[in-house]
């Protein structure tokens, strides 16, 4: 039984950071990719950034320079570090895998196995 479990959502002002956290039980980080996303009330849930094995990074043009995807595999948890954060980032984050390579390279959610439960994220 695969588990996401997110930590680290809060409120923050503009300018601020946060770091999100992935604990995944039943299901090994350093395989296949790993990701973080986002949906806005109103919008479509849209891809922030993955990592792949080997530790291949990719991200969101609107979050690039600004965010961080990162992993460590002894605590089999991955990480976002959210740096000048927007008021535009404001969301519920949710954490992702997959054991294929597709949605490393494609941030598209319909190539997610696996979804954490969310946690929020407000910048104001």
């Known amino acids: 039984h695969v588990q996401l479990v997110e930590s680290g959502g809060g409120s923050v002002q503009a300018g601020g950071s946060l770091r999100l956290s992935c604990a995944a039980s039943?299901?090994?980080?350093?395989?296949?990719?790993m990701g973080w996303f986002r949906q806005a009330p109103g919008k479509e849930r849209e891809g922030v950034a993955t990592?792949?094995?080997?530790?291949?990074?990719s991200y969101a043009d609107s979050v690039k320079g600004r965010f961080t995807i990162s992993q460590d595999n002894a605590k089999n948890t991955f990480y976002l570090q959210m740096n000048s954060l927007k008021p535009e980032d404001t969301a519920m984050y949710y954490c992702?895998?997959?054991?294929?390579?597709?949605?490393?390279?494609?941030?598209?959610?319909?190539?997610?196995?696996?979804w954490g439960q969310g946690t929020q994220v407000t910048v104001s």
């Open positions: 992702a895998a997959s054991p294929g390579s597709a949605l490393c390279y494609t941030l598209a959610v319909k190539y997610v196995n696996y």
């Open positions: 039943g299901y090994t980080v350093s395989n296949g990719c």
């Open positions: 990592i792949y094995t080997r530790g291949r990074t």
